[in-house]
């Protein structure tokens, strides 16, 4: 059915936790001290679409989101779905379609279905195959306009899809079910439509609105004013006065800030009288502050692959989190009797450095290779074996170096104009080189190892560290600047989700549906290893945020990556199947990884683990979905060819509660992952 309405940081040994107030980050200025910004060579991409298709003129001149919930909207022909909570948006040909998603679940995925239920067009609008434009975006929405005549406020997580048709036209809503009932109300600026597939959607106007029905198809005479149009659940009428009550006040914009130590405030931008209705997520409800201006309304929900999205009345919410202690070495210590092994490990390790003879010159494998030798340092200092260190750290210098200054033969970091990142030289020429860095891929992955060796390297050689701070910042920056402008050189928070609270990997390619990321542990190091630079430069503020990024990310891979026997938020067949998600996109949760498939589970614990690291032991604290987790796996490390690095992984996580039994495994171990070595293993079992 449709309607109208007429409406007007915690402190332990080795961990820092600031309480300065959050500034934002900016390529100019960090901690109030000015940072020579260092900007790489310019480089030009063959393979990256062209921003101007689709984005409005004035929004060029500043960096573009190249990972964000509206990409399909930006790239390719912009006709392909996304997913704004509660609904499914597609613009086509002139056109918007409006979808509120059934789920469709079996053992190897869950997904949202689109169904175009209702079609918004200009009746007989001029240019129909005219490209949208995104007007203005924000870190909660994006503005969408289908000219000449539509604006679209495309908000996340309002009940209502809120539009203004700019100038006296006639509109058309069709759809693809027969419509079963239309009644106006008495000054005809509230319709309710009832649909064949048992929805009820509503439609409220700024004015009144004349509307007349012909078979599947709604068409309006001349109107110009703000339309809003809402799903009432479960067309359930009880919750009709809700969506009446709240039908006036609309939100144009919404904006996150770093409001206090472990806090993000929402803060939305309204037009119209009252009060804001807008809809939480599970881990919004965790997190948010109940204080008096907001207020939850507990029977309103909408389903969602993400949980169910209740209702939550107030244009300003602060999201708070426990701190997280960001430190360099293990949160509990090491146990001195393990000394002599660790040591021993870590002697083999050092002398396999060579800096000379590197494996690879990918982005990804070689920042793992740089993050591998930089544990070997700071477990050195733990155990109170530094002899190593030196040679760990002209081993950093060597092969850092190479990548701050451009002078690393087949492979380097360049920087894009374009979308305004970084790009590195593979990824310019090739859609799949450097696993899509080119067209902004996994940032965070990749330069979040860099970081984590830029961090040990700049901790311990604090000359080197003041050498190298123009180019270590702007490596950072690529994907944790947080202000917003021309004058910046990278986006806001690139891959940082800030209404999901988690990041997305995928960059400018299209998907059915929507971004995703496979590997969350990878994600926390990345914020992990900033919070880790800033405390080697001093710079509580890039602390406070890596740190409060970092937990965001863990509570958002507890929450929905990690799949316990007593999960709710997904349907049985997959909870009973699963216990850990494979990829999580937008819209869909699957059991497969980019690289692997479903029935290889070692692989799927690994990249949730990958790398180990002190903050590994926050990401699994529940010792009992870390059990269920590694019993579920287990059985597949029986088949043949199951690599040694991935069983490494499978037992370091055994680790967590079964300490004997894992470092028995451990010992037998004949080989470990690239980023890995035996001295990290025998340092996170003997720091259990």
């Known amino acids: 059915m449709l309607i109208f309405y007429s409406f007007l940081?915690?402190?332990?040994?080795?961990?820092?936790?600031?309480?300065?107030?959050?500034?934002?980050?900016?390529?100019?200025?960090?901690?109030?001290?000015?940072?020579?910004f260092f900007t790489f060579p310019e480089g030009k991409s063959t393979v990256l679409p062209n921003p101007s298709n689709f984005f409005s003129p004035n929004l060029l001149s500043s960096p573009l989101p190249t990972n964000s919930f509206f990409t399909n909207l930006v790239i390719e022909?912009?006709?392909?779905?996304?997913?704004?909570?509660?609904?499914?948006?597609?613009?086509?040909?002139?056109?918007?379609?409006?979808?509120?998603?059934?789920?469709f679940s079996n053992t190897s995925f869950t997904t949202h279905v689109f169904t175009p239920d209702i079609n918004i067009s200009v009746l007989n609008g001029p240019k129909p195959n005219r490209n949208h434009t995104v007007s203005s975006f924000s870190d909660l929405g994006v503005t969408l306009d289908l000219h000449p005549s539509l604006r679209f406020f495309l908000v996340r997580g309002s009940p209502f899809l809120t539009f203004q048709v700019l100038q006296n036209v006639s509109l058309s809503f069709s759809t693809v079910h027969h419509i079963r009932a239309f009644v106006p109300n008495g000054n005809k600026t509230k319709y309710k439509i009832d649909l064949s597939n048992g929805q009820t959607w509503i439609l409220y106007s700024s004015t009144p609105i004349e509307l007349t029905k012909k078979a599947s198809t709604v068409t309006?005479?001349?109107?110009?004013?703000?339309?809003?149009?809402?799903?009432?659940?479960?067309?359930?009428e009880e919750l009709e006065p809700v969506l009446d009550r709240f039908s006036s006040c609309y939100p144009v914009s919404g904006h996150a800030s770093f409001h206090e130590s472990n806090s993000i405030r929402y803060r939305w931008a309204t037009e119209g009288l009252g009060d804001l209705l807008m809809l939480a997520n599970p881990l919004h409800l965790r997190l948010l502050d109940d204080d008096d201006s907001v207020k939850v309304v507990d029977d309103f929900k909408y389903k969602s692959i993400d949980g169910d999205l209740v209702g939550v009345v107030g244009s300003s919410w602060v999201l708070k989190t426990d701190p997280v202690p960001v430190t360099w070495?293990?949160?509990?210590?090491?146990?001195?009797e393990a000394y002599p092994e660790i040591i021993d490990a870590l002697v083999e390790d050092v002398k396999g450095l060579d800096s000379s003879n590197m494996s690879t010159n990918s982005s990804y494998f070689y920042g793992k290779l740089v993050a591998r030798a930089a544990r070997l340092a700071l477990i050195a200092e733990e155990v109170d074996h530094v002899d190593v260190i030196p040679k760990v750290i002209q081993f950093l210098k060597d092969t850092i170096e190479a990548w701050l200054d451009g002078t690393f033969a087949g492979n380097r970091f360049l920087y894009d104009k374009s979308w305004s990142?970084?790009?590195?030289?593979?990824?310019?020429?090739?859609?799949?080189?450097?696993?899509?860095?080119?067209?902004?891929?996994?940032?965070?992955?990749?330069?979040?190892?860099?970081?984590?060796?830029?961090a040990v390297l700049a901790k311990i050689d604090p000359v080197w560290g003041r050498q190298y701070r123009p180019q270590a910042y702007s490596l950072m920056l690529d994907f944790m600047t947080l202000g917003k402008g021309p004058d910046l050189k990278y986006t806001r928070l690139r891959c940082f989700d800030l209404w999901k609270l988690h990041s997305w990997a995928a960059g400018l390619t299209e998907f059915e549906n929507g971004r995703n990321q496979e590997s969350t542990s990878e994600a926390v190091n990345a914020y992990y290893s900033a919070a880790l630079m800033g405390m080697a430069y001093g710079d509580p503020h890039l602390v406070k945020v890596g740190s409060l990024l970092t937990a965001m990310e863990m509570l958002s891979a507890q929450t929905w990556w990690h799949v316990k026997e007593d999960n709710t938020l997904y349907d049985e067949d997959f909870v009973e199947a699963n216990r850990v998600v494979?990829?999580?996109?937008?819209?869909?949760?699957d059991s497969v990884l980019w690289f692997a498939p479903a029935d290889q589970k070692e692989f799927r614990l690994g990249i949730q683990l990958l790398p180990i690291l002190p903050i590994s032991e926050i990401l699994f604290s529940d010792k009992e979905y870390a059990k269920q987790l590694v019993e579920w796996t287990l059985p597949s490390l029986k088949r043949k060819g199951v690599?040694?690095?991935?069983?490494g992984f499978v037992y370091a996580l055994e680790g967590v509660y079964d300490k004997e039994d894992a470092l028995e495994k451990i010992r037998k171990l004949t080989g470990h992952d690239d980023g890995n070595s035996l001295s990290n293993m025998l340092w996170w079992i003997f720091s259990r």
């Open 329 to 336: 070495y293990s949160i509990k210590g090491v146990d001195k």
């Open 77 to 103: 022909n912009g006709d392909q779905h996304e997913y704004i909570h509660p609904y499914f948006i597609k613009s086509s040909n002139s056109s918007l379609s409006l979808s509120y998603p059934s789920i």
């Open 421 to 454: 990142g970084l790009i590195t030289l593979q990824g310019s020429k090739h859609v799949t080189g450097d696993f899509g860095f080119g067209i902004y891929n996994d940032h965070h992955f990749h330069i979040g190892y860099y970081l984590y060796g830029i």
């Open 9 to 36: 940081l915690l402190v332990i040994p080795g961990c820092i936790s600031p309480t300065l107030s959050l500034d934002p980050l900016t390529t100019t200025t960090t901690n109030r001290r000015k940072v020579d």
């Open 582 to 589: 494979g990829i999580l996109w937008q819209s869909k949760r």
């Open 643 to 647: 690599g040694e690095g991935w069983k």
């Open 220 to 236: 309006s005479d001349d109107f110009c004013g703000v339309l809003r149009i809402a799903l009432l659940p479960n067309a359930d």
